[in-house]
């Protein structure tokens, strides 16, 4: 039985008086409504620990070389803070923001040095990004996963390197090539070309 399908037969547990009630399991293997509830109060229980990671990152307005070289090499728009600014904001068009979210939580880990603060933000990112139980799961491959799951016995600044990597090839690969055709790039490129124009 896959993963999505609820038991055939309905499990009502003694005491439980939730009409619709499948299982006994504290899982999401199956879409009851316990788990509905439980996925809610998950949420909201997040968003504090998500306030962590900065909306947008502070930058100076880009020029129109910094724009125009974005196109040339995805290293040089993921260098520039602007520039993963406006590919967050592409990324959030196409509902994988939590790809961007993930790799600046990653650069974020790995400046810390206490011991203490690596353990809790590793837990974080974890929790926000690899469980399959988050709404914002980034997709990895079974083998990064597995060595994610022996590290964080042990957490250290580079814990997530492979899975790191794994999704920064991914947004290379696949998002890139439409932000470079996108209508935010392309108006942004626009509007910094007439800007230094008139100038």
């Known amino acids: 039985m896959s993963r999505h399908e609820a038991s055939p037969t309905t499990v009502q547990p003694a005491g439980n008086h939730r009409p619709n009630a499948c299982c006994f399991c504290w899982c999401c293997c199956c879409s009851c409504s316990w788990n509905e509830d439980r996925e809610r109060a998950w949420r909201a229980s997040r968003e504090t620990k998500l306030e962590t990671i900065p909306n947008c990152e502070a930058c100076t307005k880009p020029t129109p070389e910094e724009v125009r070289g974005w196109a040339q090499c995805f290293d040089k728009l993921m260098k520039s803070p602007a520039g993963r600014n406006v590919f967050r904001e592409f990324l959030r068009t196409e509902y994988s923001e939590e790809n961007m979210l993930f790799w600046l939580a990653c650069e974020e880990l790995k400046t810390e040095c206490n011991k203490h603060s690596i353990d809790e933000k590793a837990k ?45 090839t991914l947004m290379h690969r696949d998002s890139y090539p439409r932000f470079l055709n996108s209508a935010i790039y392309k108006s942004l490129l626009q509007s910094v070309s007439r800007s230094s124009s008139e100038s």
Do not use: C, G
């Not at 079974?142 to 799951?149: A, D, F, W, Y």
């Open 124 to 168: 974080m990112i974890y929790e926000d990004y690899i469980s399959i139980l988050s709404p914002k799961e980034v997709s990895l491959d079974s083998r990064v996963r597995e060595v994610i799951n022996r590290k964080m016995q042990e957490p250290s600044s580079h814990t997530f390197d492979d899975a790191q990597l794994q999704i920064y």
